[in-house]
């Protein structure tokens, strides 16, 4: 599920952006969250702020898990900045909390005695900054002297307005219907959206965008493609359903992820099902899936519409039948595959 931006991360962030204008950034922070585009960017920014000038390269110094040591940083962080006012030091997917006692304690040591040039970046791509309460002293440590930005994925409103202005910088205008249609296709990462605006703007002929346009040059993801087969399936259409899958294997998607995706949405579907007969809405089930788009869960309360709860309920073990059967190589996986959705299609007739 999805995090919400909480009031102390939001208040973080703003200062940051306000540092980052005036020019008065501090001298420890820590980028993570599950948003690459937001905190690459940001990280691009605030290098551009601090690396820069004819001594840039010797003012800015990187490592990673594999480079450093306590007194590799030390020395970095001790470099009097050569014809600038700062230095950049970056450290990328370092685990603080999973190092041996002694180091732990000799990064701690630094962390609290970091020079004012000094600019000191932690960042976290590959592995997830999960700070130990356990380790109190480095806890406190980090606390104390560390502004920790996180980057989570926008929600669908702010991500849409997002897509417009992008949109507008190409000299394109787009409808929030659309932009959800386009957040729903890419998954809404923003790295994947800004090279998908640049296709559309590139390829649309017209001011306005139409789904024609997106629609001609998006690859959807396959949690998009599985919407289809699913679709279909709850639509009683058993030769569409079967088609987008065969689509799925002539892309030579990998059969495990396609079961792992139509299993998701199956699960998903059961959860609509259930929510409606409850009398929540898709407001709901968006916030208890952690779903960013409307356009998704829209798609999902129709199919739950036309299906029993029964069906919904039969379908997900189903699923976790042709999953156990695939994982046990008990028959080729695509044909366990074709068989789940031929299997899937009579139970939604039969009701």
């Known amino acids: 599920m999805a995090k919400k931006q909480t009031g102390q991360t939001e208040d973080t962030l703003r200062q940051f952006k306000q540092d980052l204008k005036n020019n008065t950034m501090g001298n420890f922070y820590i980028f993570c969250g599950e948003e690459a585009f937001l905190r690459d960017y940001y990280l691009a920014e605030l290098t551009k702020k601090l690396a820069c000038g004819p001594a840039a390269e010797f003012n800015t110094h990187r490592f990673d898990a594999a480079t450093i040591s306590p007194q590799a940083l030390l020395d970095a962080v001790e470099a009097i900045p050569m014809m600038a006012e700062r230095t950049l030091v970056r450290v990328d997917d370092v685990d603080l909390f999973k190092l041996p006692e002694q180091a732990r304690e000799q990064y701690r040591s630094i962390f609290e005695d970091l020079p004012d040039y000094v600019c000191l970046v932690f960042c976290y791509d590959t592995i997830e900054y999960r700070p130990n309460g356990q380790l109190r002293k480095l806890s406190d440590t980090l606390k104390k002297h560390a502004q920790v930005l996180e980057f989570q994925k926008p929600s669908e409103r702010e991500l849409c307005t997002w897509i417009a202005r ?73 030769q569409l359903a079967l088609t987008k899958l065969q689509e799925l294997f002539a892309m030579q998607a990998e059969p495990i992820a396609i079961l792992g995706a139509v299993g998701s949405q199956i699960r998903r579907l059961y959860y609509a099902k259930t929510l409606a007969a409850c009398g929540k809405n898709q407001q709901t089930f968006m916030d208890l899936t952690g779903n960013k788009s409307s356009y998704a869960a829209n798609l999902t309360f129709t199919a739950a519409r ?46």
């Open 166 to 238: 992008h949109f507008r910088a190409e000299g394109k205008l787009i409808s929030d219907k659309l932009a959800s249609y386009l957040i729903f296709l890419t998954g809404g990462g923003m790295t994947q959206l800004s090279g998908e605006i640049k296709k559309i703007s590139a390829y649309a002929s017209g001011e306005e965008i139409q789904r024609s346009d997106i629609d001609a040059v998006v690859t959807p993801v396959l949690n998009a493609q599985t919407f289809d087969i699913s679709n279909a399936v709850a639509d009683g259409n058993f």
């Open 306 to 351: 036309k299906v029993p709860e029964a069906f919904c309920a039969r379908a997900v073990e189903l699923c976790l039948q042709a999953d156990r059967d695939m994982k046990r190589s008990v028959d080729e996986p695509e044909r366990l595959l074709e068989v789940l959705i031929a299997t899937l299609w009579q139970e939604a007739r039969r009701g």
